[in-house]
């Protein structure tokens, strides 16, 4: 039974900020680490960023530098810090964990960059 909600998502003018946040929730998880994905519309879905459960993290040249991946183990929650939003970057975005038994992905969170 486990469960990984994302939340954090709306409309942001281009340049802009926002935080999403990803929550897994069960028992004995053994998180091995913790991503992000995006899926815009008529795009297939698209690698973001991943960060290790001994805090190393990975990014996509398409968000390195504007995007922050961060992670709490104890509360088996992950975070994408967002800055300097683009057009480009509407889409939903996904949460997906890692654990040593299975990969579990979210429901999905909507970001849309508009003015």
């Known amino acids: 039974q486990v469960q990984v909600v994302e939340s954090g998502g709306g409309l942001v003018q281009p340049g802009g900020s926002l935080r999403l946040s990803c929550a897994a929730s069960?028992?004995?998880?053994?998180?091995?680490?913790m991503g992000w994905y995006r899926q815009g519309p008529g795009n297939q879905r698209e690698f973001l960023a991943t960060?290790?459960?001994?805090?190393?993290?990975r990014y996509a040249d398409s968000v390195k530098g504007r995007f922050t991946i961060s992670g709490d183990n104890a509360k088996n929650t992950v975070y994408l810090q967002m800055n300097s939003l683009k057009p480009d970057d509407t889409a939903v975005y996904y949460c997906?964990?890692?654990?040593?038994?299975?990969?579990?992905w979210g429901q999905g969170t909507q970001v849309t960059v508009s003015s």
């Open positions: 997906t964990i890692n654990s040593r038994r299975s990969n579990y």
């Open positions: 069960g028992n004995s998880l053994s998180i091995i680490a």
């Open positions: 960060i290790t459960s001994g805090g190393t993290t």
